[in-house]
């Protein structure tokens, strides 16, 4: 099964500190990495999206890494918020299908960023 | 507010039975899609979409199944339902193939 794969499970983060996520996909298929940020109760909303013909992206607070080689990429939330609290999914998918939202999600990381 | 409704937003029901659930997508979006997310396996695909036709097909069981309608609203059959049907049932729409999704808030069906 085509998988991604995200760490941590859980993070806990101060006030003003960086939040690192870090995701790893097996298929090179796939040219589309979003992140999503979902609250309780709530779906899933796109945060910030990167396509591998560049290395970096940053959106206000939020940046994503991309390592094509290595086949891994990750979001940096600079200056965590307590209104940051939430579930982030990295997912993956192969836009040449003509599906870029046939997602593959990772497992999600539920962020704390405490006061 | 993504602008994609999703209808009833809870849904109790009994194993063996069969639920619809229903998705009107943006205004304009061609496209849809239906995931399940569920605690032990995660966000995963079902099915979607584009125009009438179905498009992509995930893990999506027999039991399940799908259409959108000429006014591109979409529903989601569950039948012979069994108590792991349990989870949330989101609908995501896009304006092409390629373009981003925006997700409904989701139906969270239990099966007792």
């Known amino acids: 099964q085509q998988q991604v794969k995200q760490s941590p499970q859980s993070l806990i983060v101060q006030k003003g500190g960086i939040s690192i996520i870090n995701c790893a996909y097996e298929?090179?298929?796939?040219?589309?990495f979003p992140w999503y940020q979902q609250f309780p109760g709530k779906g899933p909303a796109l945060l910030i999206a990167?396509?591998?013909?560049?290395s970096e992206k940053k959106e206000g607070r939020f940046t994503i890494s991309f390592n094509k080689s290595a086949k891994q990429f990750s979001l940096h939330i600079m200056d965590s918020q307590p209104g940051d609290s939430a579930t982030y999914f990295c997912?993956?998918?192969?836009?040449?299908?003509?599906?870029?939202?046939?997602?593959?999600f990772g497992t999600g990381t539920r962020l704390q960023v405490t006061l | 507010d993504s602008g994609v409704t999703q209808t009833p937003k809870h849904l109790i029901t009994a194993t063996g039975q069969r639920v619809t659930l229903r998705c009107s997508p943006r205004s304009g979006d061609l496209s849809v899609y239906w995931y399940q997310q569920s605690l032990d396996q995660g966000l995963q695909f079902l099915i979607q979409?584009?125009?009438?036709?179905?498009?992509a097909k995930g893990n999506i069981l027999e039991r399940f199944s799908a259409q959108q309608f000429p006014d591109l609203h979409s529903e989601l059959n569950l039948s012979s339902l069994e108590l792991g049907d349990s989870a949330l049932y989101f609908c995501?729409?896009?304006?092409?193939?390629?373009?981003?999704?925006?997700f409904g808030q989701g139906t969270r069906l239990t099966v007792v």
């Open positions: 995501a729409s896009s304006g092409g193939v390629n373009s981003e999704a925006f």
């Open positions: 997912a993956a998918s192969d836009s040449n299908t003509g599906t870029a939202s046939k997602l593959t």
């Open positions: 298929n090179t298929a796939f040219d589309y």
């Open positions: 990167i396509r591998p013909d560049v």
């Open positions: 979409y584009y125009n009438g036709e179905e498009r």
